[in-house]
């Protein structure tokens, strides 16, 4: 099973055709209780990366729950820009076939997200360029670490292919993931602008995803399962 980012059906599709998606966008996957994303925007574009919906928050006292009305069961790329401070999050998603909510997405604050790279360029020894506009990075995670293996990932940029650096969890800490162990999470670094493919190889059984990316953006790829 490929799973980037789904939505929990609560009811029929409505005779337009259309439902709506909602739910909590956070401020980054490391924020606290409460931290949400209730400025700047969050678009949702088609497979040509065409803006299909514009998400409104339609409850004042709740902010940052976001909402849209998109065309029943139509795959779409999200783009959560929460405006000065945050870095633009790219999502993948398919609408549910009933009005539903959508498995939590979040934005990238830049005070969780670029002293967490800054600490990862340290470990790991490489230049991390968060935030510079002709580069893109991919952030990563797995739905179940053991159904996927460090050396099943493989991220490419327009075609050609990126490093990619895949961690487990051990004691609240990251440590570099064995090429045939399980994975939590895994980065691409100063992509080039595009089309950026994720791709996951085991055994044989090859499924790909793609993502629109612009300078600047960071790739959300989570929620991945594998088939082990």
């Known amino acids: 099973m490929w799973l980037l980012l789904a939505c929990v059906p609560a ?17 980054s996957p490391i924020a606290g209780d409460g931290e949400v994303v209730s400025t700047g925007s969050v678009t949702f574009l088609d497979q040509a990366l065409v803006e ?23 795959e779409y790329t999200a783009v959560i820009d929460g405006g000065e401070g945050y870095h633009p999050a790219i999502w993948k998603g398919r609408a549910p076939t009933g009005d539903g909510l959508i498995f939590p997405m979040f934005g990238w604050n830049v005070d969780h997200v ?12 490489i230049d991390i360029h968060v935030g510079t506009e002709a580069l893109v990075h991919v952030w990563g995670a797995t739905l179940d670490r053991d159904s996927i293996h460090a050396d099943d990932i493989s991220i490419l940029s327009n075609g050609g292919a990126g490093g990619v650096l895949a961690f487990v969890v051990e004691d609240g800490v990251l440590v570099e993931a064995e090429p045939d162990g399980p994975v939590d999470y895994f980065f691409a670094f100063n992509l080039e602008p595009g089309e950026i493919t994720v791709v996951l190889d085991q055994d044989g059984t090859v499924t790909e995803e793609f993502y629109g ?16």
């Open 114 to 125: 670029d002293p967490f790279f800054e600490g990862l360029e340290e470990g790991v020894g």
């Open 213 to 228: 990316a612009q300078g600047g953006d960071i790739v959300a790829a989570w929620y991945f399962q594998g088939v082990r």
């Open 52 to 74: 299909m919906a514009v998400g409104e928050q339609p409850f004042p006292d709740y902010p940052g729950y976001w909402r849209a009305e998109l065309d029943s069961g139509v």
């Open 11 to 27: 009811a029929e599709n409505d005779d337009d055709g259309k439902v709506n998606v909602q739910g909590w966008v956070y401020d």
